[in-house]
């Protein structure tokens, strides 16, 4: 039985629409004939069955799954196989995956986030204790419930005897940004590296994106090794700080630093808003930078060392001691005007043309000029150069080319760059539409040309918006500058009317159009094709339900 045909399983199930594939599955809505009752049906593609390491994976979330009685994790009503089909019967979940409420609405209020995070962490305490561990904790794995209800599901690469590690070929077993270091290096798994990909989701619930981003699982598996994760108070300082520490505890580096237990975890989402936790420190994680990374037979190879960071900043030349010398001649013998500063510094600026530095990094713009005047460095020395930034306030200086403290002549140039306002977060926009995306991005005011490549699917409504190139999903970019996204989005399936038709089986030329989403209907009794409609050689275009084939048979 083909599976495109699916209509019913096991003489129970029957099949009422396909709501969502995946890399190995189908998921289809149907309805128990027995109980009455509307279930999801998670099938296997039969040729994949044919591969024992995936029929085991199948299998084993069925039986990971089926172990918890928890609120928070799907229900698993019955397993089977029919004609050669795998299935696993669940609860049918109405409502959207985590994955889609983060990129409807970007990053949530910390007190939401808070909310979800402790029915998914509650329901991960409960797996730790049947000693299952998911591996695979992501967005797109939970599913929210009209009633807000968070509900984990796909337990695929569960149990912990399995490790987990990058396959020859750079694939990653798991989610790579949500992938513990640990698993990158294929060490032997353990509950840490659940509570640590929980903080990464805890992260992106507050920003609205995830830390690390790359072009290949590889390079973003390497960027959780090496990568300090960014503070979520930088992204908005109303976070409090109890609520960032939980991140940063998750999502150690070195999982002895990390929760220890997923309760632990949950304890704190439950305290973190309590007042005596509200004006706690931030917390200090030792995590040491890994910045030799390699990948060796599929597995990630590191070694410690310190991280050093080279200041992007002019080399500036020193006052020799000689013209220091030659100052103190001056001012014994009275030539000129010196002024001794309170730190001890000989201002001579107007006997040989130079001044100091201030340091104006975070002033506002008005006043970061006004220092550098009262400095000694006039206007026609300054330049400004505007640029988006996210961790300085609109129209304050974000840095100058000139240190602080260092000397200007009259002949150098002092190079501001101010804050024009935020940075653009490239969000995810796969699984929207193209029209939705274009209005989104004329109300944000974002510079960005969106181009188009069709990709004919059945199924799926034209505009769907099924990969996005050209931006990196998680990056952030200047909103005026002028930037091209290209979305793959699905188009109305296509087909030319073949000569080859005429003379087969009704039944044959049907299979094959209806797989790629042709409606066909048939005219006359027989069973052999003697003509179709529209013409051989001319393109026929599915354009919904209204529109069909006919094959004339005798």
């Given at each position: 039985?083909?599976?495109?045909?699916?209509?019913?399983?096991a003489?129970?199930y029957q099949?009422l629409?396909?709501i969502?594939?995946?890399?190995m599955?189908?998921?289809?809505?149907?309805?128990?004939k027995?109980l009455?009752r509307?279930v999801?049906i998670k099938?296997?593609?039969?040729?994949?069955?044919?591969?024992?390491?995936?029929?085991?994976?199948f299998q084993?979330?069925?039986?990971?799954?089926?172990?918890l009685?928890?609120?928070?994790?799907?229900?698993?009503?019955?397993?089977g196989?029919f004609e050669?089909?795998?299935?696993?019967?669940m609860e049918?979940?109405r409502?959207?995956?985590?994955k889609q409420?983060?990129?409807q609405?970007?990053?949530?209020?910390?007190?939401?986030?808070?909310?979800?995070?402790k029915?998914l962490?509650s329901?991960?305490v409960a797996?730790?204790q049947?000693?299952?561990?998911?591996?695979?904790?992501?967005?797109?794995?939970v599913?929210?419930?009209d009633?807000?209800?968070?509900?984990?599901?796909?337990?695929?690469?569960?149990v912990?005897?399995?490790?987990?590690?990058l396959?020859?070929?750079?694939?990653?077993?798991?989610?790579?940004?949500?992938l513990?270091p640990?698993?990158?290096?294929?060490?032997?798994?353990?509950y840490?590296?659940?509570?640590?990909?929980?903080?990464?989701?805890?992260?992106?619930?507050?920003t609205?994106?995830?830390?690390?981003?790359g072009?290949?699982?590889t390079?973003?598996?390497?960027k959780?090794?090496?990568?300090?994760i960014p503070?979520v108070r930088?992204?908005?300082?109303g976070?409090?700080?109890?609520?960032e520490?939980?991140?940063?505890k998750?999502?150690?580096?070195?999982?002895?630093?990390?929760y220890?237990?997923?309760?632990e975890?949950?304890y704190d989402?439950?305290?973190?808003?309590d007042?005596?936790?509200r004006?706690?420190?931030?917390?200090?994680?030792?995590?040491?930078?890994?910045?030799?990374?390699?990948?060796?037979?599929?597995?990630v190879k590191v070694?410690?060392e310190e991280?050093?960071?080279?200041?992007?900043?002019?080399?500036?030349?020193?006052?020799?001691?000689?013209?220091?010398?030659?100052c103190?001649?001056l001012?014994v013998g009275?030539?000129?005007v010196?002024?001794?500063?309170?730190?001890?510094?000989?201002?001579?600026?107007?006997?040989?043309g130079?001044?100091?530095?201030p340091?104006?990094?975070?002033?506002?713009?008005?006043?970061?000029?006004?220092a550098?005047?009262e400095?000694?460095i006039s206007s026609?020395?300054?330049?400004v150069?505007?640029?988006?930034?996210?961790?300085?306030?609109?129209?304050?200086v974000?840095?100058?080319d000139?240190?602080?403290?260092?000397?200007?002549?009259?002949?150098?140039?002092?190079?501001?760059?101010?804050c024009?306002?935020p940075?653009?977060l490239v969000?995810?926009?796969?699984?929207q539409?193209?029209?939705?995306?274009?209005?989104?991005?004329?109300?944000?005011?974002?510079?960005?040309?969106i181009?188009?490549?069709?990709k004919?699917?059945?199924?799926?409504?034209?505009?769907?918006i099924?990969e996005?190139?050209?931006?990196?999903v998680?990056s952030?970019?200047?909103?005026?500058?002028?930037q091209?996204?290209?979305?793959?989005?699905?188009?109305?399936?296509q087909?030319?009317?073949?000569?080859?038709?005429?003379?087969?089986s009704?039944?044959?030329?049907?299979?094959?159009?209806?797989?790629?989403?042709?409606?066909?209907?048939?005219?006359?009794?027989?069973s052999?094709?003697?003509s179709?409609?529209p013409?051989?050689?001319?393109?026929?275009?599915?354009?919904?339900?209204n529109?069909?084939?006919?094959?004339?048979?005798?």
């Open positions: 039985m083909a599976q495109t045909m699916i209509q019913q399983i003489n129970r099949i629409s396909l969502g594939q995946g890399g599955a189908d998921v289809y809505r149907a309805r128990d027995i009455d509307i999801a099938v296997l593609r039969s040729k994949l069955s044919e591969d024992p390491m995936i029929l085991v994976r084993r979330e069925a039986s990971a799954a089926s172990r009685s928890h609120p928070n994790v799907v229900d698993i009503y019955d397993v196989e050669g089909l795998h299935y696993i019967v049918y979940i409502g959207r995956t985590l409420l983060i990129q609405r970007g990053a949530l209020h910390y007190n939401e986030a808070i909310d979800i995070m029915q962490t329901a991960i797996a730790h049947n000693h299952i561990i998911h591996r695979d904790i992501k967005p797109q794995n599913l929210i419930k009633d807000g209800t968070v509900k984990i599901t796909d337990f695929g690469i569960a912990a005897s399995d490790s987990v590690q396959t020859l070929n750079n694939a990653v077993m798991g989610s790579a940004h949500y513990a640990e698993t990158a290096q294929g060490k032997e798994p353990s840490q590296v659940d509570i640590y990909s929980l903080g990464i989701v805890f992260y992106e619930l507050l609205g994106s995830v830390p690390f981003t072009q290949t699982p390079e973003i598996a390497i959780h090794l090496r990568v300090k503070y930088n992204f908005n300082p976070i409090p700080q109890s609520v520490n939980i991140v940063l998750a999502t150690a580096k070195d999982p002895n630093q990390r220890q237990y997923a309760q975890m949950l989402l439950e305290h973190c808003r007042l005596e936790y004006n706690m420190q931030r917390i200090e994680i030792d995590d040491q930078p890994i910045h030799h990374v390699e990948v060796d037979q599929g597995r070694q410690y991280n050093k960071q080279a200041p992007l900043k002019k080399k500036r030349k020193k006052i020799v001691p000689i013209l220091l010398g030659l103190l001649v001012l009275g030539v000129g010196f002024t001794l500063q309170a730190t001890g510094i000989i201002s001579i600026g107007s006997i040989f130079q001044a100091t530095m340091d104006v990094v975070n002033m506002s713009r008005e006043d970061a000029l006004r550098l005047e400095a000694g026609s020395q300054i330049e150069e505007e640029e988006a930034n996210d961790a300085v306030e609109k129209d304050h974000i840095a100058s000139i240190e602080a403290g260092e000397s200007v002549s009259e002949h150098d140039t002092v190079t501001l760059s101010i024009k306002g940075t653009f969000p995810d926009y796969t699984g539409y193209v029209s939705d995306v274009e209005e989104q991005l004329k109300e944000e005011g974002v510079n960005i040309e181009e188009v490549e069709e004919p699917m059945a199924d799926t409504n034209p505009g769907y099924l996005q190139k050209g931006l990196t998680g952030r970019i200047d909103p005026d500058e002028e091209t996204i290209t979305f793959v989005v699905a188009s109305y399936p087909v030319t009317i073949s000569q080859d038709w005429i003379g087969q009704y039944q044959s030329v049907y299979r094959e159009l209806n797989a790629m989403g042709i409606a066909v209907v048939q005219s006359g009794s027989g052999t094709i003697v179709v409609s013409s051989v050689g001319s393109i026929y275009t599915q354009e919904g339900s529109s069909y084939i006919t094959l004339y048979t005798e």
